[in-house]
């Protein structure tokens, strides 16, 4: 049975300079330039109805990741560790 799923995208999880994880989101746009968003822990979320990640369109100025960490250090990330919780 063929997917009825169609890639529009990729995102990828990054870390800044400061040491906060976000993930890097580019949304395909066959005609013209691609879209591209960040997506951050709402570290401001008070109550249950609240969001729990906040996304954010991309400027020209985003913000420059980390070098990729060596496959034997732990990253650390504001992200829960079980992939469950994190929607993608």
């Known amino acids: 049975m063929k997917s009825k799923m169609v890639q529009v995208g990729a995102a990828w999880k990054k870390t800044t300079l400061n040491e906060k994880t976000f993930i890097s989101i580019v949304i395909t746009n066959p005609m ?3 879209h ?3 997506l951050w ?3 401001y979320k008070e109550k249950e109805g609240q969001p729990d ?3 954010y369109k991309s400027t020209d100025d985003r913000p420059e990741a980390k070098p990729e960490a060596k496959a ?3 990253p650390t990330s504001d992200f829960p560790e079980d ?3 994190v929607p993608f």
């Open 32 to 34: 013209g330039p691609d």
């Open 36 to 38: 591209h968003f960040t």
């Open 41 to 43: 822990v709402n570290s």
């Open 53 to 55: 990640y906040i996304i």
């Open 72 to 74: 034997d250090s732990k």
């Open 83 to 85: 992939n469950e919780d």
